[in-house]
T-cell receptor
């Protein structure tokens, strides 16, 4: 159990366009979902926390108007990178957690390349 | 602000020998996690450490947590090539940061014959 699926696994988009990444908890209802970003050869940095039905909480330095997060149900959160630029190219990883769990479960990640 | 320091950042291991990766953190926390990441892949959960003195072992890997010293260690016994990967520790913040993980910089492990 506790499977988190991200889609797509990789995406290439043109500069100035928007791209949506989905994060689904397949066999459990996630109270909270987290979005991380990882640049090459670097660690993971938390971008935002989302709870179902409420606005996401963004970490300092993360532009909420650029990285739109929607958590419409207990099994789905989406991250939309708006007006993407090459510097947004990164590995985006989501995680999902139930209230009683001791850990969050990570998706397989989405590699975004903006050309 | 919670800070997590991991060292070393790079570890070249000889097969058959033992090594340790260290993870220090700056503020009180009772939850510490160890992950493995292979190139181009997401994170694989290795250990969840939830209390002072916790020790967990799986195969050649053993992790421990000392919350008073704010230190966790990941010990590798008799390294083998399959253990080549990047290892991250992550610390969960206090009650107002439930679920939020602060990651260490990662330790890139390369095991050679």
């Amino acid at each position: 159990g506790a499977v988190v699926s991200q889609h797509p696994s990789w995406v290439i988009c043109k500069s100035g366009t928007s791209v949506k990444i989905e994060c689904r908890s397949l066999d459990f209802q996630a109270t909270t979902m987290f979005w991380y970003r990882q640049f090459p050869k670097q660690s993971l940095m938390l971008m935002a926390t989302s709870n179902e039905g409420s606005k996401a909480t963004y970490e300092q330095g993360v532009e909420k108007d650029k990285f739109l997060i929607n958590h419409a149900s207990l099994t789905l959160s989406t991250l939309t990178v708006t007006s993407a630029h090459p510097e947004d190219s990164s590995f985006y990883i989501c995680s999902a957690r139930r209230g009683g769990d001791t850990e969050a479960f990570f998706g397989q990640g989405t590699r975004l390349t903006v050309v | 602000e919670l800070k997590v320091e991991q060292n070393p950042l790079f570890l070249s291991m000889q097969e058959g020998k033992n090594y340790t990766i260290y993870c220090n953190y700056s503020t009180t926390s009772d939850r510490l996690y160890w992950y493995r990441q292979d190139p181009g892949k997401s994170l694989e959960s290795l250990f969840v450490l939830l209390s002072n003195g916790a020790v967990k072992q799986e195969g050649r890997l053993m992790a421990s947590l000392d919350t008073k010293a704010r230190l966790s260690t990941l010990h590798i016994t008799a390294a083998v090539h399959d253990l080549s990967a990047t290892y991250f520790c992550a610390v969960e913040g206090a009650t107002d940061s439930w679920g939020k993980l602060q990651f260490g910089a990662g330790t890139q492990v390369v095991v050679t014959p």
